[in-house]
């Protein structure tokens, strides 16, 4: 019995279990499969290709600044010219664009850091012992500085990585002060190539965030359209995937023109339009979930085809809208003229049609369905106006006026207090804590395995342990497997390329051209980032050697450091997903219950500061459902217990998004024809929300989730009076049930 029911995972194992007939040789089987599983997501996930485009203007600026002081070493005979381009190529990395500000000293934080690090190591590297204790203080610090977000990675990663590369060279005193100044040069000339030889405009990054965010937007409509057509004649509809995406498309833009925001001493109209247009995607994102959820709410023997045609129409037109926005605000010309002629008058035109009785049209449940969904409609057409209005002064020169961004974006620019971080550091508890000494403990053993054996090349097997650890365990390996493809083939192609070229120039040339692709890739996979950065460290690392069978070596040398890397995370303090998941899951029952209440609090409230306390709590639950995903995800790639562990946190996320998507259809009746008052909807409210707490501290203390209560729903009379509110509350009692079974699962033992 017991292997029968480890054997249900698919038609693959059923027919593995009919060859392999023997009891032991079948649970052996069955045991096999989730590990086979795991190594498939994990090959799918090292794999991913992501859809940004590969950032082809910083490969050729990150080439300039790596290659062009090797060149003017070489001409005026100085021996600094690898140190310039450790230096250059560093700075030009770290160049993730924004403003000049933020950009500018984020660059001179890291060659300030970079030459203290290779002064640093050049000194030390004759003295084991100190080496040593100096990498341990030195990678502890670098790690630390994640604390500060993305400026704080640019600059501790490459910082350490420089101290390293120091060390396996030492050298006197005058030497390390000559080699902190080439540091120095080269990532001046790197600044300058960025900031002012070829700078990257300052808003690009601003635009291409909200592009990509309304590009989102229009595959979830796609979606939409797909699934309400599909349940015509089916159901139930699949809650579409893309809701995550549009979801973590929002955030990037709104940290994305935060942090420009930050780098300028006030405010801009380019930069308030923006933000506007992101503020507009996010309203855009809620009407079309609630549209998806009216839709849905409609019993599958009383929807309308025709009637259900003209919607789908209309969200066909919606989609093209966000495309066309998305092409204007990255293409950057006026030219793009973006139309809005939809909105919700043909669904009424249809329904009229079909409901020539308006009282009839009154009463019918579908009929009032579709009527709420077109005034959903004529809302978002409204919107979608502003966004092109904005979209059009952009890029044009007239003057267009723009609404006053949300309080919300003033309050995310303010700076963190200075207490925030330094509890983040000292605190021994804290996931950055752990993994800063776990980065410090490894790299440091790395350094003295590497003196003690005398591994050749030993600095190529420490840097793959900084580049691989990560905070968490699961990413940690899916990154030393990213490294340790990327470097083997990267070899393979070096090895091949060394039996055919052998002119300096034409190496310089390679080396230019192999700068150039492993950054413009970066963005769009780490594998080819690492194939093409192999052979750039061996000519670049390696040039005076002049040795191409090095790529060997430092395929040896990455497979060391990955099996380090992978022990660490292991063995040292280790941070199991599964420690985190509860947590995550905790957090997003509780800003589900938050936003409904919210909802409740201002259902008799139509202004739109109300609208934005609305929308501040739709956004709380749209972070905490990412995290939960994200966790989730993490929690899966190491996952090897009972695939019944899996199925009830699959059930929460899915149906938590579920929730959130009902609660946003619900908060949209405030606008409705219905206008009910908020006593009625008061006592669900209450009762779910009692519900959800109860559920939350079961998953945060891992107790038993106590007996679902029944939800009371609105009596007859209500019911009849308000129809949409009535489906809307029945549909959140039987989602909030769904999800209190799964929670019933996650907590009971098997």
Not at 75 to 81: A, D, Q, V
Request: net charge neutral; aromatic share 6%; charged share 20%.
């Amino acid at each position: 019995m017991r292997a029968n029911q480890l054997c249900q995972s698919g038609l693959l194992l059923e027919e593995l279990a009919y060859h392999f007939r023997p009891v032991g040789v079948q649970v052996q089987v069955c045991f096999m499969i989730p590990r086979l599983k795991r190594l498939e997501r994990t090959l799918r996930t090292v794999t991913h290709v992501s859809s940004m485009r590969p950032a082809y203007a910083a490969g050729f600026r990150a080439a300039i600044s790596t290659i062009g002081p090797i060149i003017v070493a070489a001409i005026i005979g100085s021996t600094g010219g690898t140190w310039m381009s450790l230096g250059g190529f560093n700075v030009a990395l770290a160049d993730k664009g924004g403003s000049y500000r933020t950009r500018a000293a984020t660059m001179a934080a890291l060659t300030t850091c970079c030459a203290i690090a290779i002064f640093l190591g050049t000194i030390s590297g004759n003295q084991r012992i100190v080496v040593i204790a100096l990498t341990f203080v030195v990678a502890l610090i670098a790690s630390l500085a994640r604390v500060w977000g993305d400026p704080g990675s640019s600059v501790g990663g490459p910082s350490l990585s420089t101290f390293v590369i120091a060390i396996a060279y030492p050298a006197s005193s005058h030497e390390a002060v000559a080699r902190a100044g080439f540091i120095i040069i080269g990532g001046i000339w790197a600044m300058i190539v960025s900031l002012i030889v070829w700078p990257l405009r300052p808003y690009r990054p601003g635009r291409l965030a909200v592009a990509t965010a309304y590009r989102e937007l229009a595959s979830y409509t796609d979606q939409v359209v797909d699934e309400v057509d599909r349940t015509l004649l089916s159901e139930p509809r699949a809650l579409p995937s893309q809701i995550p995406v549009v979801r973590a498309a929002l955030e990037n833009s709104r940290q994305v023109l935060t942090r420009l925001r930050q780098g300028r001493p006030g405010s801009t109209a380019r930069g308030e339009q923006l933000i506007v247009l992101s503020e507009v995607a996010d309203q855009l994102f809620g009407h079309i979930v609630g549209v998806a959820e009216t839709i849905e709410a409609i019993p599958r023997q009383q929807r309308n085809p025709r009637i259900e045609e003209s919607v789908l129409r209309v969200l066909r037109q919606i989609a093209s809208t966000a495309r066309g926005i998305a092409d204007a605000v990255e293409a950057e010309d006026e030219q793009i003229e973006v139309g809005v002629t939809w909105n919700g008058d043909p669904v009424r035109e249809e329904l009229a049609a079909a409901f020539n009785d308006d009282h009839a049209a009154a009463t019918d449940i579908a009929a009032i369905h579709y009527s709420h969904t077109a005034t959903i409609f004529t809302r978002a057409g409204r919107y979608g106006e502003v966004a092109a209005t904005t979209a059009a002064a952009l890029n044009g020169s007239r003057d267009v006026s723009v609404r006053t961004a949300p309080r919300a974006w003033d309050m995310a620019a303010e700076r963190t207090p200075i207490r925030v971080f330094a509890r983040a550091i000292l605190n021994p508890g804290s996931l950055l804590f752990r993994y800063a000494l776990r980065v410090a403990v490894v790299t440091s053993t790395a350094v003295a395995i590497s003196g003690l054996f005398d591994i050749k090349r030993g600095y190529w097997m420490i840097l793959t342990v900084i580049v691989i650890l990560q905070p968490y365990t699961g990413v940690t390996s899916q990154r030393a497997a990213q490294r340790i493809i990327g470097t083997v083939l990267g070899g393979i192609i070096t090895a091949a390329l060394g039996a055919l070229i052998h002119n300096p120039i034409a190496i310089t040339a390679l080396a230019f051209v192999f700068v150039s692709c492993c950054v413009a890739l970066l963005p769009v996979n780490y594998v080819a980032f690492s194939i093409f950065l192999t052979p750039t460290f061996v000519l670049l690392a390696e040039a005076s050697a002049g040795d191409w069978h090095l790529a060997g070596t430092r395929v040896m040398n990455t497979l060391l450091g990955g099996a380090l890397a992978w022990l660490g995370s292991r063995l040292l303090w280790p941070s199991p997903e599964a420690e985190r998941l509860p947590g995550h899951m905790a957090e997003s029952l509780d800003a589900n219950r938050a936003y409904l209440q919210r909802v409740e609090h201002y259902f008799d409230d139509r202004s739109d500061d109300a609208g934005r306390a609305i929308l501040a709590a739709r956004r709380a639950t749209g972070l905490t459902a990412s995290n939960t995903d994200e966790s989730l995800q993490r929690y899966i790639g190491e996952h090897s217990g009972h695939t019944e562990d899996l199925s009830a946190a699959m059930t929460f996320t899915t149906y938590m998004r579920r929730i959130t998507a009902s609660i946003a259809a619900l908060s949209l009746l405030r606008h409705g024809a219905e206008r009910a008052p908020a006593e009625v909807l008061a006592p669900f409210v209450k009762a779910a929300a009692g519900d959800l707490e109860t559920l939350s501290e079961s998953v945060r203390t891992n107790r038993p989730a106590p007996p679902k209560a029944e939800m009371p729903t609105l009596g007859a009379p209500e019911n009849k009076l308000y129809p949409l509110l009535s489906a809307r509350i029945e549909r959140l009692a039987l989602q909030i049930a769904t999800v209190h079974d799964a929670v019933e699962r996650w907590t009971s033992p098997l």
